[in-house]
């Protein structure tokens, strides 16, 4: 059971690493179909400073995930995870606050919240172990 609790923990991380640096590549390359995506659509006028913004953050903590994964420093992984949970606990309020929000919307980022919390806590208390 330990074994696959490990596996489980190490695949999630791994496709939200990668997720997450499709979504922030996608914010730059696409960022109205984004920021649809993400839960909100506000008026640009062309301005995408957001769009940046968000990518960039993005791209980053995805970055960061592969590398300590892959690097196996699980422990600082869990950490980065535990502090880290503030996005998507962030972006999931940010999209619960949008007036014309629709509800499907917030399940991605409550799931990612519920991913992040869970594999940092994971990563932090059992990284001894591995």
């Known amino acids: ?9 190490w695949w999630l991380c791994l496709l939200s690493g990668i997720g997450l640096l499709f ?37 980053f903590f ?6 300590l994964l892959l690097k196996k ?15 998507p606990a962030s972006d999931f309020i940010t999209v619960l606050s949008y007036q014309g929000r629709i509800t499907g919307y917030l399940y991605a980022h409550l799931i990612a919240a519920i991913i992040c919390a869970g ?5 932090s208390l059992s990284a001894a172990q591995h």
Do not use: W
């Open 73 to 87: 420093d699980f422990r600082i992984l869990g950490y980065i995870l535990l502090a880290g949970t503030i996005i």
């Open 23 to 59: 979504i922030g590549a996608r914010f730059f390359f696409h960022p109205v179909g984004a920021e649809i995506a993400f839960g909100i659509n506000t008026p640009t006028n062309g301005d995408f400073s957001f769009h940046h913004i968000k990518g960039v953050r993005d791209f």
């Open 119 to 123: 594999c940092g806590l994971y990563y």
């Open 62 to 67: 995805g970055f960061i995930i592969l590398l």
């Open 1 to 9: 059971m330990q074994r696959l609790t490990k596996q489980i923990n």
